[in-house]
């Protein structure tokens, strides 16, 4: 009996050793090698190609600031492109930065909506990110990472909102709209969103014509409109220049802008504060233009492979003449 114990004994101990044998104490088994993990790049590692659209105004002039001085203080090599306003110009441009192979993304202000989806796939086979800043663009959105900037139809509604307030109590409601520059999401958007609204108080948009954002050609196309005739109670201008061009004329008619006939603006740049105080402009409707900060953000985490919003909307107010004096001096822009 004694005998067969210590044979079991013997055995179980043989049995506990060869198992312990096989495993090697955690510490020193060498694990697999993990999958090389791409490490996460900077700002400093990021080469930027911007296409902007070229001069338009105190608003364009403070959005390629925004993104000039933003690159600097983060570090980011940009690449800055200025498409004298032609739509060429930003097609070539946009192959080129394909092409280009130290850009990792495309950031791209469209001057206008259609016309990008073959480039599109083509930086997308390239592998480069791009981002659409300011203007939406008719693509897919599977095409680019996002789209940060305003929703242009919601300032019209705005506008319309605001019209309607300026020209209560008044028998007749004529607006003439100053357009931007035609094929622009901006100016589509706006004066979609304004025709939503203005049924609300029997607004009738009398003219319509584009002044490409600038105050000479706002003048003008007003100076046309009041030729043909004077019986207009409200100017929607899609921009402050435009706004403030209108304003010349309309004094230059021997009519008081402001008073006799209502101006509405878009952007709320200092010009227009300006106009405010001079009393020119009753309301302006901001919209921003210091967009870089968030563009450049949403870049870094798309090149990181983070998941983004499809489309990082600005934050945007409304400002009126009788508190333009003070606001002013806070304005950035
Ligand atoms: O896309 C924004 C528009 O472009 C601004 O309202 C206008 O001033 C600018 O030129």
Do not use: H
Not at 79 to 103: G, M, T, W
Not at 295 to 307: M, Q
């Amino acid at each position: 009996m004694r005998t067969l114990k210590v044979f079991y004994v013997v055995m179980i101990a043989l049995l506990l050793f060869i198992s312990l044998a096989g495993c090697k104490p955690a510490a020193t088994a060498t694990p697999a090698p993990a999958p090389t993990e791409k490490p996460k790049m900077t700002y400093e590692d990021l080469t930027v190609g911007f296409i902007q659209t070229g001069s338009e105004g105190g608003w364009r002039a403070a959005n390629t600031a925004s993104f000039k001085e933003t690159a600097e203080q983060l570090g980011i090599n940009l690449k800055f492109y200025d498409a004298q306003n032609k739509l060429e110009n930003q097609l070539s441009a946009f192959r080129n930065f394909i092409a280009d192979k130290e850009v990792d993304v495309i950031i791209l202000a469209a001057l206008e909506t259609t016309g990008w989806e073959e480039v599109l796939k083509e930086a997308q086979a390239a592998g480069k990110v791009v981002v659409i800043e300011d203007r939406r663009i008719d693509a897919p959105d599977t095409l680019f990472a996002t789209y940060v900037g305003s929703d242009f139809a919601e300032e019209g509604r705005k506008a319309a909102d605001e019209m309607c307030k300026l020209l209560e109590g008044s028998e007749k409601k004529n607006v003439v709209e100053l357009v931007g520059n035609v094929g622009s999401s901006a100016a589509k958007d706006r004066g979609q969103g304004f025709r939503e609204k203005m049924g609300d108080c029997g607004i009738t948009i009398v003219e319509s014509q584009t002044a490409n954002w600038d105050v000479t050609q706002g003048k003008q196309v007003m100076e046309a409109f009041l030729n043909k005739s004077t019986d207009v109670q409200g100017v929607f201008a899609q921009n402050d220049e435009m706004g403030l061009g209108a304003a010349q004329a309309i004094r230059e008619a021997g009519l008081t802008p402001g008073v006799d006939i209502k101006i509405i603006t878009v952007d709320a740049t200092a010009g227009a504060f300006k106009g405010m105080i001079a009393g020119d402009i009753n309301t302006v409707i901001e919209c921003n233009p210091l967009l870089a900060p968030q563009v450049y953000e949403a870049a870094l985490k798309a090149v990181n492979g983070e998941t983004i919003p499809k489309w990082v909307k600005s934050q945007e107010g409304v400002f009126y003449a009788k508190d333009a004096e003070t606001i002013l001096p806070t304005r950035k822009y």
